[in-house]
């Protein structure tokens, strides 16, 4: 995605000094100081309503962090669907299971001691990693440049991304449109094969533009709020 | 919300650019960021915002829950099938170049098609699982 293409074809790749010696960094450093700030509130919150709206709030910084990272089409797949449609579909389920989370388990210790253990885990596989936005590493310097190469000499269409998707890659991208086939069909299946079987209710009843919190959603709030 | 003026008339002059942006999105694919998942996923939410202000009946009557539901396997069979054309006319599968005598022209083609039953795949999805969420009353 660093290589997503100018116009006229020309490589960009971003190294880290460019990204440094720019206003990258501090915005870069903001958002993901935010997102911490909206994970922990996430965690502390026991409303779910609000947990659904902090989630959105969360994708959205992820997708500015996608945009200062010249990933602009990334950036517009998290806004879409991690901000916009995916906290839609967490509000219909809330319709319909209500909005306040089961109380606080009393013991803490075994999942807090699972989430250090897996966090400290992932925070020791990043001193692995390459320098941030370094070129050399093997992922610009096995296959990238060979696509590069070839969108060139084949005259392919200028956004290389697009070209290495569909076309290059075309094979994966349609594995990729199956595992979407997959999980809708799957998702769909759960979903309304089940109530027809129990309650045979018409099909529109339900999730009603006038009230699209239900009633004891807001009571909850209050609840919470007192 | 069908009530609420304010919400009516900025979802009635949002929509249009919203869904003139999914399809700005497909077809210029080829030369600004962007594909079929992305122009599926704003397509899918100009979809449901309109479901959300004006109610899930009227969505219904515009893209009828049916066609949404057929729209998954379709978008997969228009990819997989673009593929097999390829295949007859004497290349691998998903090798677009015998689409059009010029190269550039037939792949361009090719990723057209590919990239649209992409986006035909996710807004169907999208779509029918917001409507599949939304008809399960309580």
Redesign the interface.
């Known amino acids: 995605m660093i290589l997503?293409a100018k116009?006229t074809g020309d490589v960009v790749v971003r190294t880290a000094e460019s990204l440094n010696t720019g206003l990258d960094l501090f915005i870069l450093s903001l958002l993901l100081t935010l997102m911490a700030a909206v994970s922990v509130a996430i965690i502390s919150n026991r409303n779910m309503f609000g947990v659904v709206i902090l989630a959105g709030i969360y994708s959205f910084l992820m997708a500015s962090v996608m945009m200062t990272l010249d990933a602009?089409?990334v950036a517009?797949?998290e806004a879409?669907?991690g901000a916009?449609?995916s906290s839609?579909?967490f509000l219909?389920?809330l319709?319909?299971t209500g909005s306040m989370e089961y109380p606080q388990p009393r013991s803490v210790g075994l999942p807090l001691f699972v989430a250090i253990v897996v966090g400290g885990a992932l925070v020791f596989g990043t001193y692995g990693l390459p320098p941030f936005g370094a070129a050399d590493t093997p992922m610009h310097t096995h296959t990238a440049p060979r696509f590069i190469e070839m969108s060139k000499d084949?005259?392919?269409?200028?956004?290389m991304?697009?070209?290495v998707?569909?076309?290059f890659r075309?094979?994966d991208?349609?594995g990729?449109?199956?595992v979407?086939?997959t999980?809708?069909?799957a998702?769909?299946m759960l979903?309304?094969g089940k109530?027809k079987r129990l309650q045979g209710?018409p099909?529109?009843?339900?999730?009603?533009?006038?009230s699209?919190v239900p009633p004891n959603a807001k009571a909850d709030t209050t609840g919470e709020a007192s | 919300m069908r009530l609420d003026l304010i919400l009516r008339v900025g979802a009635k002059l949002i929509l249009p650019f919203i869904l003139v942006f999914a399809f700005y999105v497909q077809f210029h694919g080829d030369y600004g960021p962007g594909g079929g998942f992305q122009a599926g996923a704003i397509a899918a939410g100009g979809v449901i915002l309109y479901a959300l202000i004006f109610g899930i009946g009227k969505a219904k009557e515009a893209v009828p829950q049916i066609l949404v539901e057929r729209m998954i396997p379709t978008g997969v069979l228009l990819y997989a099938g673009t593929g097999v054309v390829g295949m007859f006319q004497g290349y691998h599968y998903l090798n677009y170049t015998g689409f059009h005598p010029d190269y550039l022209r037939a792949h361009e083609w090719g990723i057209l098609l590919v990239e649209l039953g992409v986006l035909i795949t996710v807004a169907g999805t999208l779509m029918s699982l917001f409507y599949a969420f939304a008809g399960r009353g309580r």
């Not at chain 1, 099909?203 to 006038?210: K, L, M, N, P």
């Open positions: 997503a116009p602009v089409d517009m797949t879409a669907v916009g449609i839609i579909i219909a389920t319709h319909l084949y005259l392919m269409p200028p956004n991304v697009t070209a998707l569909a076309d075309a094979f991208t349609l990729e449109a199956v979407v086939f999980g809708g069909m998702v769909l979903l309304r109530r209710q099909e529109d009843v339900g999730f009603d533009a006038r699209p």
